[in-house]
């Protein structure tokens, strides 16, 4: 399916609105149609023009060759009746009246058919925006390593505008216009066809430029998507790095980087605006180019004593005037498809995104945790490096296990790998025996706590951040939650106490607060397996002492995996585990590596602890 006919796809829910949009367009060509018809009486009354030839009241004979004569005669005929008993002036107004009120029909249904259209216009938008959202969701954590935070947010925003805006308005158009066209060139071929086919002649001409500037358009829109990612990926970076922006005196490099990055923009998008505006002169002037032929050829042909009325060529070259604006529109659209296809195509590359974690068909439901989790020579590797290398290793349900090491052992990523937010490259993860990859990831996961060393928070209330993933939360288990954390000595104290917003990221609180109302959620949850990932590596010694203190009650009863910067955090662990390069070089309790005089007790001197 090509990325114009999918994106169109996601107007089916809102094809009523679309066809009801359609019905009141072809209304409004009706109506268009009839208003100018009836300038015909006008100007035959100001032109003086002469409609005495029809006196009987014409017959239709039923033959469809002969439907155009009839009604020409017909009209001849009412006029010349109207003319010869209320006199002109009253056919003037007649006919001003009721081109009047055609015209007024003309607008409501104009007005009702773009009604229909922002229904689905908007419609759409929303449908592809919750579609983003949801796939970023699902995607595995490690699609977002690869992936700016700007870019991101350009497709959800800036990109699905210009689906809604090039495409999905323009599909419409290309829809919309041929049917109108199609009208407008029936009444021209009623009135004259040899005009008409003689008109006909310069539209392939006029398609052909358009096109070719259309194709252009594209490729000036890719580089200016592109530049628009990188835009807001600098104004991210600044929002979140202004005190080492400012500390650093790097504003002049930060705003240098900045103005080039928009500079460069700048240009992309004038080259895609001098081409956008370039289709509409361009048919316009095709456009007067046609009429001043048409009005040459029909001129020829009325010298020639071939031609019509003076009242019908107006009517003619009036119809064919209104022709050119769908015409136009039609010729713009094919431009902006071109445009927009560039934005579907970065909208559809998310959500084609492979997700690579998910559940296998087998897949089996788990209730508990009930014995023991294993690693077996798991490897694992960013790229063709291997971070973890034939790892093995049992955890027994009950047991708290540290793992200790310098940067880039592997630490993290096992933690990464048993709540699988990232698969191992080879070996397996079990849970009781089984492979992590066989049990239901949402059961899975119900099995784990998480404490990281960045404390996440929504912008939302302190109550909801600690309820985190319960559709009924209850405020008797969030209070004991806070208590266990040691978070409820400060809740009690803000003025709307667990009501309270924590403001954007938490910037309400402090670190050790912040850091205790993550703990309170992973209480909350009440999992049988916690994973807290360097949980007080970036706390102050007062905060670090308060947060340890909650971790420790939260850890009680339970199966820890504990992954420590500050080895004064995990003197009590059941077993530690000293990681380098991937693999494992020591492992015991504290005592027992502190009297085996290795790499661990090393570490332990390097930060004055005995």
């Given at each position: 399916?090509?990325?114009?006919?999918?994106?169109?796809?996601?107007?089916?829910?809102?094809?009523?609105?679309?066809?009801?949009?359609?019905?009141?367009?072809?209304?409004?060509?009706?109506?268009?149609?009839?208003?100018?018809?009836?300038?015909?009486?006008?100007?035959?009354?100001?032109?003086?023009?002469?409609?005495?030839?029809?006196?009987?009241?014409?017959?239709?004979?039923?033959?469809?060759?002969?439907?155009?004569?009839?009604?020409?005669?017909?009209?001849?005929?009412?006029?010349?009746?109207?003319?010869?008993?209320?006199?002109?002036?009253?056919?003037?107004?007649?006919?001003?009246?009721?081109?009047?009120?055609?015209?007024?029909?003309?607008?409501?249904?104009?007005?009702?058919s773009e009604t229909c259209l922002v229904d689905l216009r908007s419609g759409v938008t929303r449908d592809l925006r919750v579609d983003i959202h949801n796939k970023i969701i699902d995607l595995p954590v490690?699609?977002?390593?690869?992936?700016?935070?700007?870019?991101?947010?350009?497709?959800?925003?800036?990109?699905?505008?210009?689906?809604?805006?090039?495409?999905?308005?323009?599909?419409?158009?290309?829809?919309?216009?041929?049917?109108?066209?199609?009208?407008?060139?029936?009444?021209?071929?009623?009135?004259?066809?040899?005009?008409?086919?003689?008109?006909?002649?310069?539209?392939?001409?006029?398609?052909?430029?358009?096109?070719?500037?259309?194709?252009?358009?594209?490729?000036?829109?890719?580089?200016?998507?592109?530049?628009?990612?990188?835009?807001?990926?600098?104004?991210?970076?600044?929002?979140?790095?202004?005190?080492?922006?400012?500390?650093?005196?790097?504003?002049?490099?930060?705003?240098?980087?900045?103005?080039?990055?928009?500079?460069?923009?700048?240009?992309?998008?004038?080259?895609?605006?001098?081409?956008?505006?370039?289709?509409?002169?361009?048919?316009?002037?095709?456009?007067?180019?046609?009429?001043?032929?048409?009005?040459?050829?029909?001129?020829?042909?009325?010298?020639?004593?071939?031609?019509?009325?003076?009242?019908?060529?107006?009517?003619?070259?009036?119809?064919?005037?209104?022709?050119?604006?769908?015409?136009?529109?039609?010729?713009?659209?094919?431009?902006?498809?071109?445009?927009?296809?560039?934005?579907?195509?970065?909208?559809?590359?998310?959500?084609?995104?492979?997700?690579?974690?998910?559940?296998?068909?087998?897949?089996?439901?788990?209730?508990?945790?009930?014995?023991?989790?294993?690693?077996?020579?798991?490897?694992?590797?960013?790229?063709?490096?291997?971070?973890?290398?034939?790892?093995?290793?049992?955890?027994?349900?009950?047991?708290?296990?540290?793992?200790?090491?310098?940067?880039?052992?592997?630490?993290?990523?096992?933690?990464?790998?048993?709540?699988?937010?990232?698969?191992?490259?080879?070996?397996?993860?079990?849970?009781?025996?089984?492979?992590?990859?066989?049990?239901?990831?949402?059961?899975?996961?119900?099995?784990?706590?998480?404490?990281?060393?960045?404390?996440?928070?929504?912008?939302?209330?302190?109550?909801?951040?600690?309820?985190?993933?319960?559709?009924?939360?209850?405020?008797?288990?969030?209070?004991?939650?806070?208590?266990?954390?040691?978070?409820?000595?400060?809740?009690?104290?803000?003025?709307?106490?667990?009501?309270?917003?924590?403001?954007?990221?938490?910037?309400?609180?402090?670190?050790?607060?912040?850091?205790?109302?993550?703990?309170?959620?992973?209480?909350?949850?009440?999992?049988?397996?916690?994973?807290?990932?360097?949980?007080?590596?970036?706390?102050?010694?007062?905060?670090?002492?308060?947060?340890?203190?909650?971790?420790?009650?939260?850890?009680?009863?339970?199966?820890?995996?504990?992954?420590?910067?500050?080895?004064?955090?995990?003197?009590?662990?059941?077993?530690?585990?000293?990681?380098?390069?991937?693999?494992?070089?020591?492992?015991?309790?504290?005592?027992?590596?502190?009297?085996?005089?290795?790499?661990?007790?090393?570490?332990?001197?390097?930060?004055?602890?005995?």
């Amino acid at each position: 399916m090509s990325l114009i006919k999918r994106a169109f796809s996601y107007a089916k829910p809102y094809r009523t609105s679309f066809v009801t949009a359609i019905i009141f367009n072809l209304l409004y060509a009706l109506f268009n149609v009839i208003a100018l018809a009836f300038m015909m009486p006008i100007l035959s009354v100001l032109f003086g023009e002469k409609t005495t030839g029809v006196i009987a009241k014409p017959i239709y004979s039923g033959d469809l060759g002969n439907l155009k004569q009839f009604f020409s005669d017909y009209s001849a005929y009412y006029m010349n009746e109207l003319s010869q008993t209320q006199g002109p002036v009253y056919v003037l107004a007649i006919s001003c009246v009721i081109f009047i009120i055609a015209f007024l029909f003309r607008n409501i249904f104009s007005f009702l058919s773009e009604t229909c259209l922002v229904d689905l216009r908007s419609g759409v938008t929303r449908d592809l925006r919750v579609d983003i959202h949801n796939k970023i969701i699902d995607l595995p954590v490690a699609y977002f390593t690869e992936k700016r935070k700007g870019d991101m947010l350009n497709r959800i925003s800036s990109d699905v505008n210009e689906v809604e805006s090039n495409i999905l308005n323009s599909v419409v158009e290309i829809i919309r216009s041929p049917i109108m066209i199609i009208f407008f060139v029936v009444v021209l071929f009623t009135v004259s066809y040899q005009l008409t086919i003689f008109a006909i002649l310069v539209f392939p001409i006029m398609g052909t430029i358009i096109s070719l500037i259309g194709k252009s358009l594209k490729k000036a829109a890719a580089h200016a998507q592109d530049e628009l990612s990188n835009i807001i990926t600098y104004v991210d970076e600044t929002l979140s790095s202004l005190k080492i922006i400012k500390i650093f005196n790097a504003e002049d490099q930060v705003k240098g980087r900045f103005d080039e990055s928009i500079n460069r923009y700048r240009k992309y998008l004038q080259k895609v605006m001098k081409k956008r505006a370039l289709a509409s002169p361009t048919s316009e002037f095709l456009g007067a180019v046609t009429i001043g032929l048409i009005v040459f050829f029909g001129g020829k042909l009325s010298l020639e004593g071939n031609g019509l009325t003076g009242s019908q060529f107006i009517f003619y070259i009036a119809t064919f005037y209104t022709l050119l604006d769908p015409i136009k529109r039609f010729s713009k659209a094919l431009s902006d498809v071109q445009k927009g296809e560039v934005s579907a195509k970065r909208i559809f590359e998310v959500l084609d995104a492979d997700v690579s974690i998910k559940d296998v068909p087998d897949a089996k439901g788990i209730e508990a945790f009930e014995d023991k989790i294993e690693f077996r020579n798991v490897t694992f590797a960013y790229g063709k490096h291997n971070v973890i290398e034939n790892f093995n290793l049992t955890i027994n349900k009950g047991e708290t296990v540290a793992f200790v090491g310098q940067s880039g052992s592997g630490k993290s990523t096992l933690a990464n790998l048993i709540t699988r937010f990232w698969d191992v490259k080879s070996g397996q993860i079990l849970i009781d025996g089984i492979d992590i990859k066989h049990i239901k990831l949402n059961d899975y996961r119900l099995l784990f706590g998480l404490v990281t060393q960045d404390s996440i928070l929504f912008n939302d209330t302190i109550f909801n951040n600690i309820s985190l993933g319960d559709k009924c939360p209850n405020l008797e288990k969030v209070e004991y939650a806070a208590q266990i954390a040691n978070a409820e000595e400060f809740i009690v104290k803000m003025p709307e106490k667990y009501q309270e917003s924590v403001g954007e990221g938490g910037s309400k609180l402090s670190g050790g607060q912040k850091q205790r109302l993550s703990i309170a959620r992973a209480v909350y949850k009440n999992p049988p397996i916690m994973v807290l990932d360097e949980a007080t590596s970036a706390l102050d010694t007062k905060s670090e002492k308060l947060v340890q203190v909650a971790l420790n009650n939260m850890m009680q009863n339970r199966t820890s995996l504990v992954i420590a910067h500050r080895l004064s955090t995990i003197q009590n662990a059941d077993k530690i585990v000293v990681m380098e390069a991937g693999k494992i070089i020591e492992q015991g309790n504290h005592h027992s590596l502190i009297e085996k005089k290795g790499v661990y007790a090393n570490l332990v001197n390097m930060q004055n602890f005995e």
